[in-house]
């Protein structure tokens, strides 16, 4: 039986027995260079032996499976067995000395405790042996001494110890969460995922400490019992803070481009219903601020938003002007990605493949095919959304960074007019070929690509 020595009371604490039965699998084991099962044990348990070079297990493994997991090449085989855990016997009552006062129903964390009168003998305390986890709680408020505890572990709670977790050894396999019986005594952090102990609420009963499997679980001052736990529930209510901020921030994003599409879209229909040639918009200050006091629930300042309107994607549009298209074709032999369909004598149609580059605009001699976009640009502490009408093939300014590009070739691939060509480790552009319709920047999955200056 193994067994760990207080080093407060020089009692032997027994634990629970562990059998473990291995197999490693030598040949697939000398295929691995980096060997992570090695670094994988909290209490390494498992080396390579220098004599032959072979890994092994000690007889110290206590089961926790993690070299197991960690091994790339299903290498290892455990087979576990464990004990329940040795615990104290159940505090032994002397009805002559209860005087069922309650103070023991009181503070049994468990409910395991009751007054019982059968008639023959005085009214008295009774424990329900199959629920008592021998926490010790009963014995230590008893005020007549009639409760007797501590066979095994006398001393456990002398000398104002508390129950911790080291953190450094934790495996976080949360058995000591499940064999707790005091609701509150364990939590689990919210950044790293392991479990801790709040000394007011714990009853030390030890079954978490007799249940680790890593040995994480100790005694410690209960100064520093406070002290760590003071520090990781601070570390916990700045993580719950920041994520309630996170979430209330990317729920107002949402709100907020809900509204810009609404007033995008309305606005968008006033455009339509009015003569213009070439370029039109409108103030929407009032709109935007009336729209967004009512889903953000405040007070609103147009200009922090500057850089978000500034961002939101344009809308481009492209219509064919069926009186005036003759189906000649022109269109039909410059469109860089086959979106132009022709059914003479009627007038052509344009597919979803359309990129919106504009060259079947330039080339029209009968101004049938009509492309504009609309977009949102804010002037000094004014937004405006507003309308412009494309007659030639777009231009921009193209960049690549070179230090985020990882040379995948998804935008080579996928460039309509061959302007992007992979060389070596690098994507290289090419200006004359480049009809900026912007496929590139859009998927891009690094973010490599930037058009400015995009008209």
Do not use: W
């Not at 006091?293 to 344009?314: A, C, P, Q, T």
């Amino acid at each position: 039986m193994s067994v760990m020595i207080d080093s407060y009371t020089k009692t032997p604490r027994p634990l629970r027995h562990v059998d473990v039965d291995y197999l490693i699998n030598q040949t697939k084991c000398e295929n691995c260079a980096d060997k992570p099962c090695l670094s994988s044990c909290p209490i390494d348990a498992i080396y390579m032996d220098d004599v032959d070079g072979l890994v092994k297990i000690k007889n110290t493994c206590f089961g926790c499976v993690l070299c197991r997991n960690a091994c790339p090449y299903d290498a290892i085989s455990l087979d576990v067995q464990m004990d329940p855990p040795i615990k104290e016997e159940v505090p032994n009552i002397n009805i002559k000395l209860c005087k069922a006062c309650g103070a023991c129903v009181q503070a049994c964390k468990n409910g395991s405790i009751h007054i019982f009168n059968d008639g023959k003998n005085p009214p008295h305390s009774e424990i329900d042996k199959d629920t008592c986890v021998r926490c010790g709680y009963c014995f230590r408020v008893c005020p007549t001494d009639a409760i007797k505890y501590g066979q095994l572990l006398p001393k456990t709670v002398k000398g104002g110890k508390a129950i911790v977790v080291n953190q450094d050894k934790c495996i976080g396999c949360m058995t000591c969460t499940r064999v707790c019986p005091s609701t509150g005594a364990i939590n689990v952090g919210r950044t790293n995922k392991l479990p801790y102990i709040n000394p007011g609420y714990c009853a030390r009963c030890e079954e978490c400490m007799h249940s680790c499997p890593s040995g994480a679980i100790r005694y410690a001052s209960r100064k520093k019992a406070y002290k760590m736990y003071s520090e990781i529930k601070s570390f916990d209510i700045v993580s719950s803070i920041t994520d309630n901020d996170m979430k209330r921030l990317s729920l107002d994003l949402i709100s907020l481009n809900s509204v810009l599409k609404k007033v995008a879209k309305a606005t968008a229909l006033e455009f339509d219903d009015q003569n213009f040639e070439n370029y039109i918009e409108c103030k929407v200050n009032e709109q935007m601020e009336k729209e967004l006091g009512v889903v953000l629930e405040s007070s609103i300042e147009l200009n922090k938003f500057d850089r978000l309107f500034g961002s939101y994607l344009m809308d481009r549009n492209i219509e064919v002007y069926s009186k005036k298209c003759i189906a000649c074709g022109e269109c039909y032999n410059v469109c860089p990605v086959g979106a132009i369909e022709l059914n003479g004598p009627n007038p052509i149609s344009i597919n979803d493949n359309c990129v919106y580059c504009g060259k079947c605009v330039e080339k029209c001699q009968f101004d049938a095919i009509g492309a504009y976009d609309d977009y949102y640009y804010s002037k000094d502490l004014d937004l405006y959304y507003a309308r412009s009408y494309l007659f030639k093939q777009r231009e921009g300014e193209l960049s690549i960074s070179t230090t985020k590009c990882q040379a995948c070739e998804i935008c080579v691939r996928n460039c309509p007019a061959d302007a992007l060509v992979l060389a070596e480790d690098h994507v290289e552009f090419i200006e004359e070929n480049c009809i900026y319709c912007r496929t590139c920047e859009a998927i891009c999955p690094v973010d490599s690509i930037r058009i400015i200056n995009f008209r």
